[in-house]
């Protein structure tokens, strides 16, 4: 019987990490610790809907580049890996919904870490729509209903930020790591080790909750891959740190 696929929660970094082979390359050494996995598929901070909607499920040719005020190189990126319509069915039947599908490319939350962790860009990617209205415990169960497709090669993967306060973070004059972020990442990091279930109500039970998010789409991610877990898989982390000292670069593996 074959190994699990891990599971994992990327946390995606801004924009100029996809220029900044320094900055990628813990996140292309951990590509390389990873299997190649039959497919990807890949909830992002960047793509909420009311519901699930398949993305693109051909080559992806057309990338989304969700952002402004960075240099032309940037727009210019591109991560042409393949599609993976076959997963649909598999899907659909997983959970038993008629879920629609979007001609959607793959938006800067999807392909900026990937463009440093599978740069071949030959692992087929299907991107699913973060749905907006979920429950902390519904984002989980989605998680757990998904599971079974790591038997069969693919990867689970949640994109997003464990911190993610823009307006802080790059107007703030910080020249180190407040603790506001430190305390909020650590308690994460301890949840994820010793008790996950309290990330059900992280709202209410970490600390500085709507300092670090105040809006919880970069966060929520992370409860889809907790739920795609086994109780038996410790979390490692595979990037940690923080980007501009308010932006937590923790990364978690399941497997």
Do not use: C
């Not at 307006?167 to 603790?179: Q, S, V």
Request: charge should be negative; aromatic fraction near 10%.
């Amino acid at each position: 019987m074959q190994d699990k696929t891990p599971a994992l929660f990327i946390s995606h970094g801004n924009p100029m990490l996809a220029l900044d082979k320094d900055a990628g390359e813990e996140y292309a050494a951990w590509g390389k610790r990873l299997p190649t996995p039959k497919a990807i598929l890949i909830f992002s901070a960047h793509w909420e809907e009311e519901d699930l909607v398949f993305g693109e499920t051909r080559r992806h040719d057309e990338l989304i580049y969700d952002f402004y005020g960075f240099p032309p190189p940037l727009f210019q990126v591109q991560y042409p890996a393949p599609g993976a319509e076959w997963l649909l069915s598999d899907i659909r039947e997983l959970l038993d919904e008629q879920i629609p599908q979007r001609d959607r490319g793959l938006d800067h939350g999807v392909w900026v870490p990937l463009l440093h962790m599978w740069p071949a860009a030959k692992v087929p990617v299907l991107q699913m729509s973060l749905p907006r209205y979920s429950s902390n415990r519904a984002l989980f169960d989605l998680g757990r209903r998904l599971a079974p497709l790591r038997d069969t090669g693919v990867m689970i993967v949640g994109a997003g930020t464990l911190t993610h306060n823009l307006r802080e973070g790059l107007g703030g004059g910080y020249t180190a790591t407040p603790t506001w972020v430190s305390d909020f990442d650590n308690w994460v990091a301890d949840a994820l080790l010793n008790d996950r279930s309290r990330l059900l109500d992280w709202e209410n039970s970490a600390p500085e909750t709507r300092r670090n998010h105040p809006t919880p789409e970069h966060f929520r991610p992370l409860l889809i891959t907790v739920g795609a877990s086994d109780e038996s898989e410790q979390p490692r982390f595979p990037t940690t740190g923080y980007d501009m000292f308010t932006f937590s670069k923790r990364s978690v593996q399941f497997g």
